[in-house]
C-alpha cells in the first residue's frame, strides 16, 4: 500500500502541484516547479524525483517490516474495530433463528427500512456512505491488509443464515450516546421516511403492538404487520394489524 501511494505521489503532474502549493505559501509564487526543480537538482547533483523516491524508499523499508508484523496488523485492526460503530441489518425477516436471537423469541420486532433512501447512501455531513454485504467464509484472513473487506466484513458459514449487511461510523457521527449494559450506545437519527415498516413476532404482547402503534404515529408511511408462521413451509406470512 505505501508503495503504491509513493508511486502515485511522484507523478509529474503531482509533483508540480504540490512543489506549486509549497512555493505559494513560502511567498515564492513567482518561481515555477520547473525552475525550483532545477534549483534541487543543481544543488544535490541528481533528479529531483528520484531523490524523493530514494528517501520516500528509505521510509518504506522502515515502516513495512513493523506494519506487516502480524501482532501489529492486529493490534490496528482491533484499534479500528473498536473505534467504529456498526448498524447491522438483515436481508431477511422470515428466519426462525433471526427471530430466536435478536427477536426476544418471537415476541419482538422488526424493523424494515428503506435503503434506498438517501440516508444510507451520504453521512451527515454529505460524504458518502454504502451499505456492505457480510462474506461468509470457513478459513482464517492470513494477510488482513490484502483484504480489509474481507477482515472486517467476514463471518464463518455457520453464521450464513442471517444474510447480513452493515453501516459503519464514526463515534462522533453519533446525535446521542446513552449507557448501555455493555458499554455505551451510539445512536444516530435517521428520517422517518427511511421506514418502510415494522413487523412484529408472532408471540408480541398487545402491550408491545399497542406501543410500537403509538410510536409509528412519528412514521406516517410506516406499515404494522404481524409475522405469521406457516408450520408446513417453516416460513412466515405477513398480516396486517
Known amino acids: 500500500m505505501l508503495a503504491e501511494q509513493m508511486e502515485t505521489m511522484l507523478l509529474e503532474e503531482h509533483l508540480d502541484a504540490k512543489i506549486a502549493e509549497y512555493l505559494q505559501e513560502a511567498?515564492?509564487?513567482?518561481?515555477?516547479?520547473?525552475?525550483?526543480?532545477?534549483?534541487?537538482e543543481r544543488q544535490y547533483g541528481k533528479q529531483f524525483t528520484d531523490l524523493l523516491r530514494a528517501q520516500l524508499q528509505q521510509l518504506v523499508d522502515l515502516a513495512v517490516p513493523h506494519l506487516n508484523d502480524p501482532k501489529n496488523a492486529e493490534k490496528l485492526l482491533v484499534k479500528l474495530?473498536?473505534?467504529?460503530?456498526?448498524f447491522s441489518l438483515s436481508e431477511r425477516y422470515d428466519s426462525p433463528p433471526m427471530w430466536a436471537h435478536y427477536g426476544g423469541n418471537h415476541s419482538g420486532f422488526v424493523v424494515a427500512f428503506n435503503t434506498g433512501d438517501d440516508w444510507f447512501q451520504h453521512r451527515k455531513d454529505g460524504k458518502t456512505t454504502r451499505l456492505q454485504k457480510v462474506t461468509y467464509f470457513d478459513g482464517k484472513v492470513e494477510e488482513p491488509f490484502e483484504s480489509p473487506q474481507a477482515a472486517f466484513i467476514s463471518?464463518?458459514?455457520?453464521?450464513a443464515y442471517e444474510r447480513e449487511w452493515r453501516l459503519y461510523a464514526n463515534a462522533e457521527q453519533a446525535d446521542t450516546i446513552t449507557a448501555g449494559p455493555q458499554g455505551?450506545?451510539?445512536?444516530?437519527?435517521?428520517?422517518?421516511?427511511?421506514v418502510n415498516h415494522v413487523?412484529?413476532?408472532?408471540?408480541?404482547?398487545?402491550?408491545?403492538?399497542?406501543?410500537?402503534?403509538?410510536?409509528?404515529?412519528?412514521?406516517p408511511s410506516a406499515s404494522l404487520y404481524r409475522a405469521v408462521?406457516?408450520?408446513?413451509?417453516q416460513t412466515?406470512?405477513?398480516?396486517?394489524?
Open 27 to 40: 511567498g515564492l509564487g513567482w518561481l515555477s516547479p520547473q525552475a525550483a526543480r532545477q534549483i534541487v
Open 81 to 86: 474495530g473498536q473505534e467504529l460503530l456498526c
Open 155 to 159: 463471518k464463518t458459514t455457520d453464521w
Open 184 to 194: 455505551p450506545v451510539h445512536l444516530i437519527s435517521f428520517p422517518p421516511e427511511a
Open 199 to 219: 413487523i412484529v413476532g408472532a408471540k408480541a404482547t398487545d402491550e408491545t403492538v399497542d406501543q410500537i402503534r403509538m410510536a409509528l404515529g412519528r412514521y
Open 229 to 233: 408462521p406457516e408450520p408446513f413451509t
Open 236 to 241: 412466515y406470512k405477513l398480516v396486517t394489524i
